[in-house]
């Protein structure tokens, strides 16, 4: 089954720490994202890739970093820069046609991550 | 800058009864807008994608209408089921914009009881 692997599911960091949210798609998806969900709100964008090596900063982006080396994956890392970093993390991948709003996003099962 | 809004931010119907679910934007200049259902602790999942030249979408039991001249959206579930309890979302599109970039509203949660 195609789909996106998020992982941890749950996640538990002490603060000045910095943690990597796992993304893996097997969709052949060219575009991924990282969104930020934090309770009764909607999502916030954190950083996209529209191809592997190429990354552009979302709504939120201080405080955290990406890699694209590979189309199948996108690492986010939650550094500790990031003031307020307990949250639940999205990632989310689209296909051809997706830079023009053609193709509807798949969602992964998201992490949540909490700061002790 | 675009905003979404989603009135009521919490919804309880009886089994049965229809659920009509509200979304305003406020900039009209939109390429799409989609509606998503999330379980609780979990990823979202599309409902309906309806494109800015087209005034509704249909699926199943789903019906989702578009005005973007009034800035809305109506998300309307017929005969509602207790599975139907989840929070939907709302998202747009912005026209020309970049990476598929969504801006999502915070979310209806609806109950609906047996």
């Known amino acids: 089954d195609g789909g996106i692997t998020q992982s941890p599911k749950y996640l538990f960091r002490k603060e000045g720490q910095n943690v990597t949210l796992s993304c893996e798609q097997n969709?052949?998806?060219?575009?991924m994202y990282w969104y930020r969900q934090d309770p009764g709100q909607g999502l916030r964008l954190i950083y996209y890739?529209?191809?592997?090596?190429?990354?552009q900063k979302g709504d939120i982006a201080e405080g955290y970093s990406v890699s694209r080396e590979k189309k199948e994956s996108f690492p986010l890392t939650v550094t500790s820069a990031q003031k307020n970093p307990t949250a639940f993390y999205l990632c989310?991948?689209?296909?051809?046609?997706?830079?023009?709003?053609?193709?509807?996003?798949?969602f992964g099962a998201g992490s949540r991550l909490t700061v002790l | 800058k675009q905003e979404v809004t989603q009135i009521p931010a919490a919804l309880s119907v009886p089994e049965g009864e229809n659920l009509v679910l509200n979304c305003s934007f406020t900039?009209?200049?939109?390429?799409?807008l989609q509606w998503f259902r999330q379980d609780p602790g979990k990823g979202l999942t599309s409902l309906l994608l309806i494109q800015s030249s087209q005034r509704e979408q249909t699926s199943g039991r789903l019906n989702a209408s578009l005005d973007k001249s009034s800035g809305r959206s109506t998300l309307y579930i017929a005969a509602s089921q207790p599975g139907d309890s989840a929070t939907y979302l709302c998202?747009?599109?912005?026209?020309?914009?970049?990476?598929?970039?969504?801006?999502f509203g915070g979310g209806t949660r609806v109950l609906v009881k047996p």
């Open positions: 989310a991948s689209a296909g051809q046609g997706a830079f023009f709003g053609a193709n509807v996003l798949t």
């Open positions: 890739s529209q191809i592997v090596n190429d990354f």
């Open positions: 969709l052949n998806h060219d575009a």
């Open positions: 900039d009209s200049a939109i390429y799409n």
């Open positions: 998202a747009v599109t912005r026209i020309k914009a970049a990476g598929n970039k969504l801006t």
